[in-house]
C-alpha cells in the first residue's frame, strides 16, 4: 500500500475537511445524475452530515442536527434518506456502532473493509480486493452465497499511536 493511501485513509486532523465534503458532494451528484436519481436537498443535508468529520454518526445524532437546522424531520425521514443513501453506495453502516460514515469511492461498487480508531473514533474505509477474495473462496467451500461483504476492524490509527509514544 502506497504512502499516500495511508495518509488519505485517516487524514491528519489539520487536513482541510471541507475539501473532502466537496469532493464528495460532486461524486453523490454524478452518482445520481448517472443513475437518473434525485439528491434532494434533505437527502444532500443527511449526506453533508454523514461526512461532517471522518467519525460515523448515527441516525438519531443526524436527526437531531437536523432539527437544530429547522427542518421538520422525524425518524422516518431520516431512515429513509440514509437507505437512499445506502442504496446509491455514498455511504456505508458502520454495523457495530450502528453508526453512518461516508463512502470514498461511490462510482465503483466494491466490498469494503472499515477501520475504526477506538481512540479518535475516525473511521477509514479501504477496499481490500484480496480479503473479498478470500471470504469468496471461504464461502464457496462451506456452500455459503455471500449478499455482502464488509469487515470492520477497530484498532488504533497511526496518529493516535504516535500520540501515545
Known amino acids: 500500500m502506497s504512502r499516500d493511501t ?3 485513509a485517516f487524514p491528519s486532523p489539520r487536513h482541510d475537511h471541507r475539501a473532502c465534503v466537496d469532493a464528495a458532494l460532486v461524486q453523490a ?6 443513475r437518473g436519481l434525485r439528491l ?5 443535508r443527511v449526506f453533508e452530515l454523514v461526512w461532517q ?5 448515527t441516525a438519531y445524532a443526524l436527526l437531531e442536527q437536523l432539527v437544530r437546522d429547522g427542518h421538520r424531520a422525524q425518524a422516518p425521514t431520516v431512515y429513509r434518506s440514509l437507505e437512499f443513501l445506502l442504496e446509491c453506495g455514498l455511504v456505508h453502516r458502520v454495523e457495530s456502532l450502528n453508526a453512518f460514515v461516508g463512502c470514498n469511492q461511490p462510482s465503483s461498487g466494491h466490498d469494503v473493509g472499515i477501520f ?6 475516525d473511521v477509514a474505509e479501504l477496499a481490500e480486493t ?7 473462496r471461504g ?6 452465497t455471500v449478499e455482502s461483504r464488509v469487515v470492520e476492524v ?6 493516535c499511536a504516535d500520540a501515545s509514544r
Do not use: M, N, W, Y
Open 154 to 159: 477497530s484498532g488504533t490509527c497511526r496518529a
Open 6 to 8: 495511508i495518509s488519505k
Open 116 to 121: 475504526i480508531c477506538r481512540v479518535c473514533g
Open 139 to 144: 464461502a464457496d467451500r462451506i456452500g455459503f
Open 40 to 44: 434532494t436537498p434533505l437527502r444532500r
Open 130 to 136: 484480496a480479503i473479498s477474495r478470500s471470504i469468496e
Open 53 to 57: 468529520s471522518h467519525q460515523p454518526v
Open 29 to 34: 451528484e454524478a452518482v445520481c445524475a448517472d
